[in-house]
Structure formats: C-alpha cells, structure tokens
C-alpha cells in the first residue's frame, strides 16, 4: 500500500533555532518528492520538489534531503521565523499512472515563539 | 503566487441545501483537482479533470460532482448537503504534461452543514 508518514506529528521551537522534519514513504513506483507549506486556513504552497537522482534541494531557508534507497526525506529549517508556523506536508507522486498520483502525509504542525 | 480562485471561503448552511463551490485558473491549466481536508488529516483526492469535458472521481468517494465545461472554470456541486459534508475543500490545477508538474493549490473553502 502507498503511504506517507510524517513525524513528528507537532513541534514547537523558539524563534531563531533550527528544526528538522521527516518523512518516510513506501510509494512505488517513484517519481518525485514535494514538500510543501500550509498555512492555517490556506492552500499549501510548495517548497521543494525532488527527482529520484537528487538528493538535496535548497529553497533559501528550507533545505530537503532525499534517499531514495531508503525511502526517506527530510526538510531543515534554519534560523527559523515566527512565519515559519504553519503545516508542513510531504507529498510523494508516482510513476505508475497518467495521473501522477499524489500520496500525502498529515503534515508536520510546526509552532515558532518569539 | 498561483493564479487559482475559489469562492466562497468560508460557508455556513443547513442541511438539505444544494451548494456549489466555485473554483478558477487563469493559468490554461488542463488538469484540475479537488481535494478534502479534515483538520490534521491528509488531503484526499476527491475529483478530478484532464481538460474540457472530462472528469473523473479520486480515490475518496464523495457525494460532490464537477463539471468542467471551460479550462478556467471546475465548480463542484452538492445537491444536499449533510453535517458530514463538513471539511475543507482545495481546488488544485496543473500543467499537463512532465513528471515534475507543478500543483497550485487555491486557498481553499470552509464549508460547515449545520
């Protein structure tokens, strides 16, 4: 079965640290890997997207990782900002119908304080 | 910023009322999509459309139905509404062709069936 999983499920920082969030996914066969931000009561807006033969991609204070042997992804977040606060969700497409399927995890609710 | 509408954003109505969800593109996007969302939970596929005159349903049944007689223009339609019809819905669009297509998401609509 596609699936998505995300964790942590929620987390909160103070404002200026760093934080990194991951995703695990079993979706086959693969395409790319998206990350993507949604603001409470928004549409998600998208960070990054990642091919199979990339393995890193920057997006000014966003950074994704990609292992694809493993199946796994990460988003970092330096010197984070009280605008930072927002859903974060890894979305896996695949290669296997017309459609390019999206598989969605539930995101990563992250908190920023001042 | 993505060029994708939705109206209204926010609705409130009692059930048995029939409601239709307005959603537009400006970009000739040919594929479109609409999704649901429950609070902390994954969006689901709910419909979708390769072009003019096509639709198909996504993978989470729903009592919705679409129409896509204009490129710019993917309403969804609820003949009644009942309170399990409450959730969020984000219409989505996307250029045809490529692996690494890109989705725009709109900002989505609050829908509440009293």
């Known amino acids: 079965k596609n699936q998505v999983e995300q964790s942590p499920q929620s987390l909160i920082i103070l404002e200026g640290k760093n934080c990194t969030l991951q995703?695990?996914?079993?979706?086959?066969?693969?395409?790319?890997l998206r990350w993507y931000k949604q603001d409470t009561g928004r549409g998600p807006v998208s960070l990054t997207i990642?091919?199979?033969?990339?393995n890193t991609k920057s997006n000014g204070r966003y950074t994704a990782t990609l292992d694809a042997d493993t199946k796994q992804s990460s988003l970092h977040i330096t010197a984070s900002q009280l605008s930072d606060s927002a859903s974060y969700i890894c979305?896996?497409?695949?290669?296997?119908?017309?459609?390019?399927?999206?598989?969605f995890g539930r995101g990563t609710q992250l908190t920023v304080w001042p | 910023e993505a060029d994708i509408y939705q109206t209204p954003r926010y609705l409130v109505i009692g059930t048995g009322k029939k409601i239709t969800l307005e959603c537009s593109q400006t970009m000739g996007h040919d594929k479109m999509y609409w999704y649901q969302q429950d609070p902390g939970m994954e969006l689901h596929l709910i419909h979708y459309?390769?072009?003019?005159?096509?639709?198909e349903k996504g993978d989470l049944s729903s009592e919705s139905t679409v129409s896509r007689i204009r490129t710019e223009h993917f309403p969804l339609t609820l003949e009644s509404a009942r309170p399990s019809h409450t959730s969020q819905y984000l219409c989505?669009?996307?250029?045809?062709?490529?692996?690494?297509?890109?989705?725009?998401f709109g900002p989505g609509t609050r829908l509440t069936v009293t």
């Open positions: 459309s390769y072009g003019v005159n096509s639709t």
């Open positions: 979305v896996v497409s695949d290669r296997g119908s017309t459609l390019g399927r999206l598989y």
């Open positions: 990642m091919t199979f033969s990339e």
């Open positions: 995703c695990n996914y079993t979706v086959s066969p693969f395409s790319n």
């Open positions: 989505a669009s996307s250029a045809a062709s490529g692996d690494s297509y890109e989705q725009y």
